[in-house]
């Protein structure tokens, strides 16, 4: 059974408190999804550090529940 989109975002901002959690369908099946992820706690580490960090969130729901996940992670833009 695929994994809703408020699912997956639920998730992640349990795991990653602060973050900014955008979710897109990409087809349309519930089962391949992009998610763009904006957290101040990935500022100064590394990108895969980041994405270890989101999947940690998804509790190793990665490539079984969650078949597929395009991944983007960021710090959030400096206003200054």
Do not use: K
């Not at 391949?32 to 509790?59: D, K, N, W």
């Amino acid at each position: 059974m695929p994994m809703a989109a408020d699912e997956i975002e639920t998730l992640i901002r349990q795991g990653i408190p602060d973050a900014q959690v955008e979710i897109t369908d990409l087809a349309g099946d519930g089962d391949h999804y992009a998610a763009r992820v904006v957290s101040e706690t990935f500022r100064g580490i590394p990108r895969i550090r980041q994405h270890q960090a989101v999947y940690a969130a998804l509790g190793g729901r990665m490539g079984g529940v969650l078949h597929a996940l395009q991944l983007t992670t960021a710090v959030p833009a400096n206003n200054e």
